[in-house]
């Protein structure tokens, strides 16, 4: 079956623990991204990456890292988190062909920092 | 730059009744639209795309959007609500590249 995964789906931690949310899909997509989910904000990109060692930062970078070591997955690292980051997170990948094209979503990991 | 306006972030409907969701966009470029459904405790699954093949778009689940360049519209109808219609709806943009830009979202709720 085809799909994103992602884990954990729940995670509460606590401020300046380095953590790692991890993400992978089976589609074989070059191009995967992070997103985090707000309420009244809809999803803001993190970051992406267009392919393998290939990154970028999205609209909402700051505090996060990423890497794309081999094209399945797509880790997104909080080397030291805060409360602000509490928040849906969401891991998406698409073929890169260009701006008709659809994403396709993890489920979801929900972060609590404290 | 590309952004979306999804007036309404709670819709109610009576089951049966007309569902209407609304989303204007802005693009500098010529848009492609989506829209997403979320159900809860699940990721974002692809309703419906426009890609300017047709201005009527039909999706899964019965729902359809048609694209007005002259309103800059892209909003979702079904003609009769069903009860597992509740969920949270989002229209995007696509941006540069690959990039999806998001409205804030409209959560749908059908009352029996």
């Known amino acids: 079956e085809a799909q994103v995964t992602q884990n954990p789906r729940y995670l509460i931690t606590v401020t300046g623990k380095k953590l790692t949310v991890t993400c992978s899909q089976n589609m074989n997509h070059e191009y995967m991204s992070w997103y985090r989910q707000d309420p009244g904000l809809g999803l803001r990109q993190i970051y992406y990456s267009m392919n393998v060692e290939v990154t970028d930062k999205g609209d909402v970078p700051e505090g996060y890292k990423v890497s794309r070591k081999e094209k399945r997955n797509f880790p997104l690292i909080l080397e030291s988190p805060s409360p602000n980051q509490t928040s849906l997170y969401f891991c998406?990948?698409?073929?890169?062909?260009?701006?008709?094209?659809?994403?396709?979503f993890g489920q979801g990991t929900r972060l609590t920092v404290v | 730059a590309q952004s979306v306006t999804q007036l309404g972030s709670h819709v109610s409907v009576s089951e049966g009744a007309l569902v209407l969701l609304r989303c204007n966009y802005s693009s500098s470029v010529p848009p492609y639209l989506f829209w997403y459904v979320q159900y809860p405790n699940q990721g974002l699954q692809l309703l419906l795309k426009y890609t300017s093949a047709a201005t009527l778009v039909k999706g899964i689940n019965g729902f359809e959007a048609e694209f007005k360049k002259s309103e800059t519209s892209f909003h979702l109808t079904k003609p009769s609500a069903h009860m597992s219609d509740a969920a949270e709806y989002f229209c995007?943009?696509?941006?540069?590249?690959?990039?999806?830009?998001f409205g804030a979202g409209t959560i749908l709720r059908v009352k029996s």
């Open positions: 998406a990948s698409s073929f890169n062909r260009g701006r008709n094209t659809e994403a396709f």
């Open positions: 995007a943009v696509s941006g540069g590249g690959n990039k999806l830009v």
